[in-house]
């Protein structure tokens, strides 16, 4: 049996995924715990909490791992973590995807961007950032982001063993995807590799962030809004579907664009911007100029449906989607 690196008053080693449906947090999080079972001789439990069970709702998976002789009696969400996974670097738009993280703590987060960048990003005031552009990885390898999440995962946590985690892997997909067995241990050889680090040191004087538990709402009887009104609802035209994006982004060319509103057809969540003009032979026609991407989750719906080259799929890269977004005109809204 292994010895785990640090543990909690109640013996456990604990990690925490952060990610979006679709990603693969969850089953990422079933295959580290039956590794550190059945390969390190550990016991263990993983179980996932997410709303509502679709692509680009918020997840995340819980781990935990202890020596045979403690009892795992707690089925609690990790709140305090030795490890945190974020599996989608904009979720720390809207999670706090550090919450409950010690000076000791490692974080590792899916991105293309250094550990100095994502200090700044994620306000970690100390511990160790790891970081591994996975979706490159992944959309490199043809497979999925939690395989290279889970090879930098292995890197952190060096009580599992790399070799059992592959058998996990042909296991857990031969027998339904074979053809997808080759290119996911591939993928999580390149996370185990790739993945860099850097530790950052609490400063002399600082502190961490006070703990506050997650189960404890923002609203209530002393911060709740007159009437009980739901100030910001999910529906209306202040929603973001930016976090939702897995990695690629439709690119709208004007000049290929035939008007012929496909995109807008299959499109679930009204991106596309319209305006009303006069055409060549003078009448009133409705023309396309360009893509609200706050409201985009990266579906791809629109390149498929697309009948010419106007809309492409490329990888997202930082700031694209704001310096060529166009967005809706509500004249009867008032902007807040």
């Known amino acids: 049996m292994v010895q785990l690196p640090i543990v909690n008053d109640l013996g456990f080693f604990e990690i925490r995924l952060e990610s979006i449906g679709g990603l693969g947090a969850n089953l990422a999080g079933k295959m580290l715990a039956e590794a550190g079972v059945v390969g390190a001789g550990l016991n263990g439990v993983s179980f996932s909490s997410y709303g509502s069970e679709k692509k680009g709702s918020a997840v995340k998976a819980h781990i935990r791992f202890c020596d045979l002789n403690t009892p795992i009696r707690d089925t609690s969400p990790v709140e305090r973590p030795h490890v945190v996974g974020v599996f989608h670097e ?9 919450s409950g993280i010690h000076e000791q703590s490692t974080v590792l987060v899916n991105s293309a961007k250094t550990p100095e960048e994502l200090k700044e990003l994620l306000k970690m005031k100390a ?7 996975a979706t490159s990885i992944a959309l490199k390898e043809k497979n999925r982001v939690n395989m290279a999440m889970l090879g930098a995962l292995f890197r952190l946590c060096p009580f599992l063993d790399t070799a059992t985690m592959k058998d996990v892997i042909e296991k857990s997909l031969g027998k339904k995807y074979p053809q997808a067995v080759e290119s996911a241990i591939t993928t ?4 185990y590799n790739e993945v860099k680090f850097m530790q950052f040191e609490l400063a002399a004087g600082d502190s961490m962030p006070e703990y506050v538990r997650s189960d404890i709402g923002v609203l ?13 609802p999910g529906s209306t035209f202040l929603k973001n579907l930016s ?8 690119a709208y060319e004007n000049e290929a664009c035939i008007h012929c509103a496909q995109c807008d057809t299959v499109c679930p969540d009204q991106c ?16 396309l100029t360009g893509i609200d991407y706050q409201y985009c989750k990266g579906c791809l719906k629109c390149v498929d449906a697309c009948p010419t080259s106007a809309l492409s799929s490329q990888r997202e890269k930082e700031g694209y989607a704001d310096t060529h977004t166009v967005h809706h005109q509500f004249d009867l809204i008032t902007q807040v």
């Open 272 to 287: 596309f911007v319209w305006e009303e003009r006069i055409d060549r032979k003078g009448r009133s026609q409705m023309f």
């Open 220 to 232: 209530g009887f002393d911060t709740q809004s007159i009437g009980g009104s739901i100030i910001n």
């Open 188 to 191: 999580f050889d390149r996370g």
């Open 90 to 98: 904009a979720l720390a738009k809207t999670v706090n995807v550090t």
């Open 127 to 133: 511990g160790t950032i790891a970081v591994i552009d």
């Open 243 to 250: 976090i939702s994006r897995s990695g690629m982004i439709p």
